[in-house]
């Protein structure tokens, strides 16, 4: 299978619903979600990534998410592999292959060596045994893996089947600028769009990433597209506070999941363990956000 670059815009991360008090999955409330993101104008899907909680499924649960999102849409989708090592990384794939068939673009891997000839053998091994072509995610926060963003274009310069790279090591509008310069792929931000303006400026295809607001990362991004910084500046700003109080370190996925149950795409916020859930001392400050979103934008 040869490599295709993924589209440019905005690639939904899709958070997995659970319902209380056995925390089953919600495939009603996922499915739901997916129609919202895709309606909105997404390029397509992020599944089983980090806040999909998927070191948190069994393998059973992971076929039945990917297969209410194939059944829930025609986007193409990207798949995150959890573990770092490369026969764990290979049995994901398969998986996801065995259930998606060609529906998935790419498998997403995470960055595991701060040596780039060893992360360039890693990639390359991963695609040996899979032919799946591969998204490179530098996220250390998750990953506990740091790499020159040098070293990550030295990685990646002469691998075909990278379809592109997501950057989520901060500073990202920097290490987007090198990426877009050194490497013939598409480079995208993540981290719940708290950086998107200044990705966008240094050279951002879009977005790979979840918020609880799809509909302003996409304004964004099309904004920027068709008239530049300015207009996707104005396209953001009314997003801007809830994006900040979104990506509080530690509670950002409760927190998200809270969003979209207030929005009515999920039925239950809940989280598995060992995530925290969102403490109620936040809960009348999230709502003053979520009305001031509606206020501004018109969307609930």
């Known amino acids: 299978m040869s490599s295709t670059t993924l ?12 319902t209380r008090p056995a925390l089953d999955i919600d495939a009603t409330s996922l499915a739901g979600v997916v129609e919202a993101y895709e309606r909105a104008g997404a390029a397509g899907f992020t599944v089983l990534g980090v806040f999909g909680e998927a070191a948190q499924l069994d393998t059973g649960e992971r076929r039945a998410v990917l297969e209410t999102v194939a059944g829930s849409s025609s986007l193409p989708l990207v798949v995150g592999a959890t573990s770092l090592g490369t026969a764990t990384v290979a049995e994901e794939t398969r998986l996801a292959q065995q259930v998606l068939g060609d529906r998935m673009a790419a ?10 000839a060893v992360l360039t ?30 070293a990550l274009a030295r990685a990646l310069r002469d691998l075909p089947f990278v379809a592109a790279v997501k950057a989520e090591a901060p500073p990202t509008p920097g290490a987007v600028a090198v990426l877009t310069e050194e490497l013939d792929v598409p480079v995208f931000g993540g981290l719940g769009g708290i950086g998107l303006l200044d990705e966008l400026a240094c050279g951002a295809a879009g977005a790979m990433t979840g918020f609880s607001y799809p509909e302003g990362l996409i304004a964004c991004v099309e904004a920027w597209q068709t008239g530049g910084y300015e207009q ?69």
């Not at 996707?232 to 950002?252: D, K, S, T």
């Not at 809960?283 to 501004?296: F, K």
Request: aromatic residues 6%; glycine residues 6%; charged residues 20%.
């Open 7 to 18: 589209k440019p815009g905005v690639w939904g991360v899709l958070t997995t619903p659970f």
């Open 107 to 116: 498998v997403m891997v995470q960055v595991n060596s701060p040596d780039p």
């Open 121 to 150: 053998e890693h990639l390359r091994a991963v695609h040996r045994r899979t032919g799946a072509s591969i998204v490179v995610q530098d996220y250390p926060v998750v990953s506990g893996v740091r790499i020159a963003v040098s």
């Open 232 to 300: 996707a500046r104005q396209a953001w700003l009314p997003y801007l506070p809830l994006v900040n109080f979104e990506q509080q370190a530690g509670i950002a996925l409760a927190i998200r999941k809270e969003c979209l149950r207030r929005r009515g795409l999920f039925q239950d916020s809940a989280v598995r363990p060992p995530a925290p859930a969102m403490p109620d001392a936040l809960a009348e400050q999230l709502q003053r956000h979520l009305d001031a979103v509606a206020r501004t934008t018109g969307t609930r």
